[in-house]
């Protein structure tokens, strides 16, 4: 049965053709094919059926020290282990694991929202009166796509090593700005 055009292929065959046989072990070797490299491209990926070459490159990617001499259950062990490291953080915890590695203090990350930079309109100022140059008043549509991070330090060598860090492929946001900031919100490095 076709779903699109809702006609049933043996009935098409017997009014309008004479090759059904051939034409089904067309279909049946395309689909058993199509299904075989589908699952072959899966077990590239699956921890637990991952071939020995695909493995050893895995955990080169990853910079995973291993052996000659090690066996394959002990290599699959170290590659989910990494895994299970990684598989519920978001790139936001990343951004403190890594900062907090150089600092050694855990840090605090914020977004426009939560400091209150995003919406339009609204003044952010506590204080009654007229705002003075270090408040925030308003925010243009840009900011939403602004993260700050307040690394817990001030150290020249130390922010220098954390931009670094956050210069890395995988970490680096698509379409976010990101600051390194104090506790007072002042920007001390942009990545």
């Known amino acids: 049965m076709n779903n699109w055009f809702n006609f049933n292929i043996p009935y098409f065959n017997s009014q309008f053709g004479s090759d059904w046989v051939d034409f089904q072990t067309i279909v049946d ?12 491209l899966y077990n590239l990926r699956n921890i637990s059926k991952m071939p020995l070459l695909a493995l050893e490159l895995a955990l080169k990617v990853r910079g995973i020290e291993t052996w000659p001499t090690e066996s394959l259950s002990s290599k699959r062990l170290k590659i989910r282990t990494f895994a299970t490291i990684f598989k519920k ?17 855990r840090g605090e990350i914020f977004n426009a929202y939560e400091t209150g ?18 408040d925030r008043v308003w925010a243009s549509p840009a900011v939403i796509f602004e993260i700050y991070v307040d690394v817990k330090t001030t150290d020249n060598d130390e922010l220098d090593a954390i931009v670094l860090a956050y210069r890395q492929n995988f970490l680096l946001p698509a379409f976010y700005q990101i600051y390194l900031v104090n506790s007072s919100m002042t920007i001390l490095r942009t990545v």
């Open 89 to 105: 953080k978001a790139t936001g915890e990343l951004y403190l694991d890594y900062a907090e590695a150089i600092v050694g203090t």
């Open 29 to 40: 070797d395309n689909v058993d094919y199509v299904m075989n490299k589908t699952y072959d």
């Open 117 to 134: 930079w995003s919406v339009w309109g609204v003044s952010s100022w506590h204080m009654a009166g007229v705002p003075d140059g270090g």
